[in-house]
Nanobody
Framework: VQLVESGGGLVQSGGSLRLSCAASGFTISSYDMSWHRQAPGKARELVAIVRSTGGITNYADSMKGRVSISRDNAKNTVYLQMNSLKPVDTAVYYC?????????????WGQGTQVTVSS
């Protein structure tokens, strides 16, 4: 079981990035998928989530209007489109999968991808 994030990098303030999270060893259609981030010295925080059922999405207030999460169950991949990036968005971005209606906890994290926004 693996989640592999990609698409991070260095971008100027106001720029855009599209992060990808490719899953293997399980099928994301049965999982709520989310992106989280952790800046140096700060706690990890939720950025966006897309539910398994109905594709319902929710976003952190700090990024609402600038970010969009989507899932492609056929490709077993989740995406995070980030626009109008700011230096405060600099962090390691992590993908997370949580199985819905699980009998036992099935939660997976990726290794993270660094996003650095320069001013």
């Amino acid at each position: 079981v693996q989640l592999v994030e990609s698409g991070g990098g260095l971008v100027q303030s106001g720029g855009s990035l599209r992060l990808s999270c490719a899953a293997s060893g399980f099928t994301i259609s049965s999982y709520d998928m989310s992106w989280h981030r952790q800046a140096p010295g700060k706690a990890r925080e939720l950025v966006a989530i897309v539910r398994s059922t109905g594709g319902i999405t929710n976003y952190a207030d700090s990024m609402k209007g600038r970010v969009s999460i989507s899932r492609d169950n056929a490709k077993n991949t989740v995406y995070l489109q980030m626009n109008s990036l700011k230096p405060v968005d600099t962090a390691v971005y992590y993908c997370k999968a949580v199985r819905v209606r699980a009998i036992v906890d099935e939660t997976y994290w990726g290794q993270g991808t660094q996003v650095t926004v320069s001013s």
